[in-house]
């Protein structure tokens, strides 16, 4: 206990790197939002009919991680909110993270909310929260933004049969109206849904580039003002946070990450100044945790893919996708789970080896062909140490293929 006082004393008697900390916060929303200037500018004429009582069109938004597809949505949410009142117009928003939110039924649950509607948390038929949504609305009226952010996870656990409703919501409404925005982190969500739910839901688009370092060191700039205490970065910090975001993806979330984790680690240490070796730390510790992150989040049969490439890896560096299939169809009978197409499989890898899990290629076999070739592109005591705190998934890393019982 003596020392942990020592920890806090010296941290409440230090001078102090930080001035709001908050700022650096991925949830928080800036009064300026550089470089995202037109895309505000379109959201807003997008959204403003519904000053006026009228329905705006459905909007999807696409963009990789990091691009500020939420921060300005929230930002002209926030502003439209603020013009409503002024004016005393019928509306309400609801924004819901589908990751966070993690099933329809919670989705469901929160969009009840914003209409004044409360349900438990768990108990009721899905249908049956659909139709007190519907009744809330219907009495509440007026126009309802409705913004899902990362609808991909949502459609990829359990279908678009949710998102297909909510598309044709209003043909049931006759007092209010439902406008919805998606915000997708994948590219490649549209393949995902069907026919009719894409052309209701896409009416209008939006893609969302990534930044560049000049872009990002202007974000961080603007942040750095209001986070930190005067002089406390050296030169060259808030350049190299840039350049090393813009150099994977232009993603300003991870920018600021490595802002906020450098800053930390110096407050730690009782330095009075952050630099670029803070950064460069401070980039170890976050790649070390987002691999942790991504691989924490994974769906199920995603991390049974992953746990087949982890199993067979004990024996040989590289395996082909038909070893891994097979192994995963053995896990999924572990554990009494329905096992997806091989091609959906080859996917799952594919998908694995963009996230930098696995590392997938294509050889030659000479007459016979060419194969792809996987192995892990992480430690395997970082999946050992994942999966063991998974309590349907903890027994499998122990577990023996039958390849390699033969073998």
Known sequence: MTSLDEVFDRFLSGGGIFKNREVLCHDYVPEKLPHREEEIEYLGSTMAPVLKGYRCSNLFIYGKTGTGKTAVVRYVLKHLMKK????????????????????????????????????????????????????????????????????????????????????????????SKVSLIGISNDLRFKDMLDPRVLSSLSEEEMVFRPYNAAELRDILEERAKLAFHDGVLADGVIGLCAALAAAEHGDARRSLDLLRVAAELAEREGASKVEERHVREAE???????????????PLHSKLVLCSVYLLNRKVSTVATGDIYNVYCELCNQIGLEPLTQRRVSGLISEQDMLGLLNSRVVSMGRHGRTKKTRLAIPRSTVKAIFMEDEQLKELVAYTPACLLKA
Do not use: H, M, W
């Open 84 to 175: 409503a009142e002024e004016l005393n117009a019928p509306v309400s928003t609801c924004y819901v993270n589908c990751r966070l939110a993690g099933t329809e039924y919670r989705v469901l649950s929160s969009l009840c909310s914003s209409v004044g509607v409360k349900v438990p948390f768990t108990g009721l038929a899905q249908s049956e929260v659909f139709q007190r949504f519907l009744k809330g609305l219907e009495k509440k009226g007026g126009v309802l933004l409705a913004v899902l952010d990362e609808i991909d996870v949502l459609v990829k656990a359990y279908g678009d049969t949710l998102l297909y409703d909510l598309t044709r919501i209003n043909g049931e409404l006759s007092n």
């Open 284 to 298: 170890k510790r976050i790649e070390r945790d987002r691999i942790e992150e991504v691989i924490r989040n994974l």
